[in-house]
């Protein structure tokens, strides 16, 4: 099997080893399914003493999951959420926020992926009337879809508007590791002590092999998520193997070394795109992801040396994620590629106006 080089996603990078020696301790003989389990026992302690023991922990297969659930958990049907026009929630989830929670969703414009409370307030006008949706929730993504980081002191201004004006604060952290990383704070500085209310906390991207969990930090709200979760199709009957592997990704700090690796993979290969005349930085690079415009007849040859994704088609800017298993060679092998069909687009450039040139002489 080829094992193509890529910067399309974090999704696409495979299983940290001591993740997968956490699955391979964990398929030992018979356990109780469903979570009645001591792995997952194990991996619930290892979550609240992340998050706190008040935190509420349940475990699912996928970021779609944990959002869609974790909202549906505190949502009817005639609620609203909010969140920007970016958004994996809006953009990426296929209707499911609609589809399983019966709630609008309202988008906000943003350059940078982020919202603030001046955007939100005017929403709020048609409170209490029955002719509109009511807004209940605010939702925003750690890192944002375009790799910017809201900071704590942001979030907590989110989080006290919204309690404000009887509002809830979700987070999609699918990708929360590598804002704390980056940041340099705690996982729960930057989610429930800032004052989000419910979390979908992701490991899939960080170098798990499966498994996301949403994370309540008021008991209250997770009361009735066991039967939301089974009725989303998201109660998995093997959860050892889901749980296993977040005990190994607290371990020692794993998935703070491997966002700290990605990271830093996207800070060398934004120093090296940032050398290219041809080539410009859109987004600030904060996480593991890197927003760069690039002449659009280079793009399918390169995409066919390492696949990566096209953000926007009408400005040709590329989205190149990094991941905990991305190596500086990966890197110099991009850019070498880069710069080769630079110069080779070049060099067809000063054929082709030579030749216009030596037309117009003749004529």
């Known amino acids: 099997m080829h094992n193509e080089l890529s910067f399309a996603s974090d999704n696409n990078s495979g299983i940290h080893p001591d993740v997968l020696q956490a699955i391979t301790g964990a398929n030992k003989g018979h356990c109780r399914g469903y979570g009645d389990d001591p792995y997952t026992a194990e991996a619930v302690r290892s979550f609240k003493a992340v998050f ?104 907590a201004n989110l989080a006290d508007f919204a309690h404000a004006n009887d509002l809830m604060l979700h987070m999609d952290g699918a990708r929360l590791s590598n804002a704390a990383a980056s940041i340099g704070c705690s996982l729960l500085a930057i989610s429930g002590a800032a004052g989000v209310d419910i979390l979908a906390f992701g490991g899939t991207k960080n170098g798990m092999m499966i498994g996301e969990a949403v994370v309540f930090f008021d008991p209250e709200v997770a009361s009735h998520f066991k039967y939301i979760r089974k009725q989303g ?102 850019i070498f590629d880069l710069q080769e069909l630079l110069s080779k687009s070049s060099e067809t450039d000063e054929k082709e106006n030579k030749g216009n040139h030596h037309e117009r002489s003749r004529e």
């Open 52 to 155: 706190g023991e008040h935190a509420e922990v349940f475990f699912v297969c996928t970021g779609t999951g944990a959002n869609v659930l974790g909202l549906r958990a505190a949502a009817q049907s005639y609620h609203a959420i909010i969140c920007a026009q970016s958004s994996h929630l809006h953009v990426d989830e296929c209707g499911a926020p609609e589809n399983f929670t019966g709630c609008k969703v309202i988008t906000l414009p943003s350059d940078d992926g982020k919202i603030v409370p001046p955007q939100i307030e005017p929403l709020l006008e048609g409170r209490g009337d029955e002719h509109h949706s009511q807004p209940k929730f605010i939702s925003i993504s750690q890192p944002t879809e375009l790799g910017t980081l809201y900071t704590v002191e942001e979030i």
């Open 233 to 334: 199709m998201h109660l998995v009957s093997k959860m050892r193997f889901i749980a296993a592997q977040f005990t190994a990704f607290f371990r020692d700090d794993l998935w703070l070394h491997n966002a700290r690796h990605a990271n830093g993979m996207a800070a060398l290969l934004a120093r090296e795109l940032e050398k290219v005349l041809q080539c410009r930085i859109t987004q600030k690079v904060q996480a593991n992801a890197v927003f760069v415009a690039m002449p659009p007849e280079i793009v399918e040859e390169l995409q066919k040396r390492c696949f990566f994704d096209v953000y926007d088609s009408t400005n040709t800017i590329a989205r190149l994620m990094t991941s905990f298993d991305t190596t500086e060679g990966d890197i110099r092998g991009f």
